[in-house]
């Protein structure tokens, strides 16, 4: 009787732990990470293949994975309103409730809130906003944020004038001010993680001192790396955030994967929620038509455009550049090569930004009438073409390069007048050949640092692109950056539109560069999953997202005076009412196991008081 008692006791305990709570470990293709089952709290796991750079401290981090990080885990004075143009008016509070710029445009003044506190209870004042950055600037990498957005150059000073104000003194009136506030690279560091002298790095074991950030919606509780790489983050929602909501998912779990295709099996296998970046062009179109996921789509600022190096001949002449211009058929591009993942662009601004004008759009598409008069005038015609010399890299490093390249010389050589030599160099060379001037006509990207036209906007005369076409010479150049130099000082919205406008216009006019597409950025969730808005700052916004499975019907989609109009679109090829019964049964799934771990608990429990009964009678016998 002993011997069966003590089986049945140690069964029955066994059952109890098994109830009590879940925890899967999975394999990926990447490396082995664990997933953990939270049934008690709500939870989202997303999964992607990028992952950070350097480092998640603000003085250092310059890749978009590290600035997502740091506004999950940090906040700056002010933010831009998600789903919006990011224009001035859609500037709002964060850190700062309230602030003024005086008539010069050069003092700016920030009412910081007065009831916010670190981790470690210390209050955040306007000392913390100096220290931060003073630090961040004074500690400037050749290769990072501060040095390369100019962050020196536009603030001359930062002075605390009293505990909860805090005032910026500018070297030069910069109307794009509250834009460069909200970048990740101006948030806000804890003073008792960020040394004055030094970056913050990972460190094993220890997430709290693997980064210097605070103040966000999100602590980072587990940052676990296998051989180097990111293999899991977990993300717990902050008590102490200043616009902390019971509507805020309270656990977010983000898993790295080696490749779009171990991305996409983990989506497909259930073990994550949300894929977030980067699925392929194949990949994303499938799951379009699965009426078993989300397919979130957005645009983003990421910009592609044709390069005239105007010190070769005849690229120095407007008109040959505009015959050029006219050839393009964007929209084809688009069509073919991308599958219409990307947008055709007519301007350097991009669309869904504030001040985009597609100036360009005035040469048409695959305008050959234009094209074979303009070059015409110069002698070139069905006999005598002109040959342009087409670089490209091939090393991955600008999406389909390759293609891209073909569809061009198609696109050019069907003027009749052009022919077409294509030349293709891994990315290493590519570069040193942009910074010594050697490719005529060559492809080339861009991303911003900023949410705003002014760093768009002095593309088509960088000196750094070595064009031989500048803000001193030639004229072209010089009118370009007088323009730009009128919007980035302006004092008023229709002041900056009207210099934003005209210079877009001369931009194309010039043709110093010939804006080609604009990028698309595409998320998959499960349909249990909302909240997913984005923008032209292709940054995400974890405290929007709700997983329905956990939340009520009327706090599933988030409203409030946070989030504006947004050109987010979902696709889900089933109805809306397919995608509320699939969100309705999972909720049912969820409910029944609930229900089913209690009663086995509760009979376990049975089971061990009567073995204990039965114990103690056999002892007494």
Known sequence: MKKWSTLFLVLSLALVVTTSGLQITTQDMSGIFQREMVSTNSSIIIGTTHSVEFSLDPAQSYDLFGWQMIQTLSSGLVQIRPGSQAGLDDIIPSLAESWTVDGSGLIWDFNLRDNIVFESGAPFNASCVKYSFDRNIGLALEDGPQLNIGYAEIINEIVVVSEYTVRFNLSLPYFPFLQLLSCPASFIVDPEYAPIDDFVHFAEGDARASHPNALGPYLLSNWTRVGGSDSMMRLAKNPGYWNVSDEMVDSIIIQFYSSDIALAAALMAGEIDIAYRELSIPQIQSFMTNPDFRVWQYLNPKIQFLCFNQDFYPYNETLIRQGIAAAFNRTYLANTVFHDTVDPLYSVIPAGLEYHKPSFEVFGEANYTYTRLVLG?????????????????????????????????????????????????????????????????????????????????????????????????????????????????????????????????????????????????????????????????????????????????????????????????????????????????????????????????????????????????????
């Open 377 to 621: 005038m110069y002698g070139y015609n069905e006999t005598n073409k002109l040959n342009v010399n087409l670089y490209f890299e091939t090393s991955s490093h600008y999406p389909q390069s390759t293609e891209q390249a073909l569809v061009y010389e198609d696109s050019l050589e069907a003027s009749g007048v052009i022919s077409v030599d294509l030349t293709g160099v891994d990315w290493p060379t590519y570069r040193m050949y942009r910074n010594e001037g050697l490719m005529p006509v060559f492809m080339y990207g861009w991303y911003p640092d900023i949410s705003h036209a002014d760093n768009f906007g002095f593309l088509p005369f960088a000196s750094w692109l070595n064009l031989g076409y500048n803000l001193t010479y030639p004229a072209g150049g010089v009118a370009q950056y007088s323009l730009w130099l009128e919007g980035r000082s302006a004092n008023t919205i229709s002041e900056a539109r009207a210099a934003y406008h005209a210079l877009q216009d001369l931009q194309a006019s010039e043709c110093s560069i010939i804006p080609l597409w604009q990028g698309r950025t595409y998320i998959v969730s499960e349909p249990k999953i909302d909240g997913i808005i984005g923008d032209i700052t292709n940054l995400w916004f974890p405290w929007l997202f709700r997983n329905n499975e956990f939340v009520s019907s009327s706090t599933s989609n988030p409203t409030s005076s946070e989030t504006s109009s947004s050109s987010t679109s979902s696709t889900h090829s089933s109805s809306t009412t397919s995608t509320t019964s699939t969100t309705a049964n999972n909720a049912s799934d969820y409910q029944l196991w609930e229900f089913m771990s209690v009663v086995i608990t509760i009979g376990s429990i049975v089971v061990i008081l009567i073995i204990v009964v039965l114990t103690v009678k056999a002892r007494k016998t």
